[in-house]
């Protein structure tokens, strides 16, 4: 793998909460490579610190230790408002609950132009057809089903070409019929080159990745190429 084709790579990370007992240690020494056109899975049992990770990742937590980059830039060494900034351009953030994820008043429409202008590039009407929501863009959030909304979600998440859309577990709130488009989707966005890394429980997300990783007690070893 060149240096371009890694979206996101971290080295040495490591995240404790305290609590009033005694600190948990969520993640330790954590290092993985999230390279473009690929899905990533990272895959564990409850509680060995996936959403952990992917919130570190996604700038949206700061570790203990260890570093970590987006495109090339190193997040861990710069200030909050700056981290913000990559944060808001160069990721894309997929919460389980579709209902997390976007906002009540915005059409689908409206969530695609927002994203273009957070991220100065307009790739929604290209994502519309990808992701099968033409017949739904005048829509809000309540008209669409839950699988809809994870897939307005993912558009939302990738619109604008970000390095990295990372999504927590994106198909556990979903029925089968509903999960499957979503890996369908997600499968098409890795395709046309995006970097994806999700977290996940579920035996059909891990089955498309094209590489799964396995936390265990915030530890991390390769399961599959
Ligand atoms: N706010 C918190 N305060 C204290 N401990 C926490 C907190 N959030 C998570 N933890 C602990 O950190 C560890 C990792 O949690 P995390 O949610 O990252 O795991 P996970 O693999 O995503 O779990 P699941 O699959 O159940 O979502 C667990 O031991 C959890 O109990």
Same mark, same amino acid.
């Given at each position: 793998?060149?240096?371009?084709?890694?979206?996101?790579?971290?080295?040495?990370?490591?995240?404790?909460?305290?609590?009033?007992?005694?600190?948990?240690?969520?993640?330790?020494?954590?290092?993985? &490579?999230?390279?473009?056109?690929?899905?990533?899975?990272?895959?564990?049992?409850?509680?060995?610190?996936?959403?952990?990770?992917?919130?570190?990742?996604?700038?949206?937590?700061?570790?203990?230790?260890?570093?970590?980059?987006?495109?090339?830039?190193?997040?861990?060494?710069?200030?909050?408002?700056?981290?913000?900034?990559?944060?808001?351009?160069?990721?894309?953030?997929?919460?389980? %609950?579709?209902?997390?994820?976007?906002?009540?008043?915005? &059409?689908?429409?409206?969530?695609?132009?927002?994203?273009?202008?957070? +991220?100065?590039?307009? &790739?929604?009407?290209?994502?519309?057809?990808?992701?099968?929501?033409?017949?739904?863009?005048?829509?809000?959030? +309540?008209?669409?089903?839950?699988?809809?909304?994870?897939?307005?979600?993912?558009?939302?998440?990738?619109?604008?070409?970000?390095?990295?859309?990372?999504?927590?577990?994106?198909?556990?709130?979903?029925?089968?019929?509903?999960?499957?488009?979503?890996?369908?989707?997600?499968?098409?966005?890795?395709?046309?080159?995006?970097?994806?890394?999700?977290?996940?429980? %579920?035996?059909?997300?891990?089955?498309?990745?094209?590489?799964?990783?396995?936390?265990?007690?915030?530890?991390?070893?390769?399961?599959?190429?």
């Amino acid at each position: 793998m060149t240096r371009d084709d890694r979206a996101l790579w971290c080295e040495g990370v490591a995240y404790d909460y305290p609590t009033r007992g005694e600190t948990v240690h969520a993640l330790s020494g954590v290092a993985l &490579t999230v390279p473009r056109g690929a899905i990533t899975a990272v895959v564990g049992p409850s509680g060995s610190g996936k959403s952990t990770l992917l919130k570190i990742l996604a700038c949206l937590e700061r570790p203990e230790d260890g570093r970590v980059w987006i495109d090339g830039t190193e997040v861990t060494a710069l200030s909050a408002r700056a981290r913000r900034a990559v944060r808001r351009t160069r990721v894309g953030y997929v919460f389980q %609950d579709p209902a997390d994820n976007l906002l009540d008043y915005l &059409t689908v429409a409206e969530h695609l132009a927002l994203a273009a202008r957070l +991220r100065g590039r307009d &790739t929604s009407a290209e994502l519309v057809g990808v992701l099968g929501l033409g017949h739904r863009t005048g829509h809000v959030p +309540r008209r669409l089903s839950g699988g809809e909304q994870q897939r307005v979600a993912l558009a939302f998440a990738a619109a604008g070409e970000p390095a990295v859309v990372i999504a927590d577990e994106p198909t556990a709130q979903l029925d089968r019929d509903s999960a499957g488009r979503v890996v369908e989707a997600l499968r098409l966005l890795a395709d046309r080159g995006q970097a994806i890394l999700l977290a996940t429980h %579920d035996p059909e997300v891990s089955r498309v990745a094209d590489r799964v990783v396995e936390l265990v007690d915030g530890r991390l070893g390769e399961v599959s190429c």
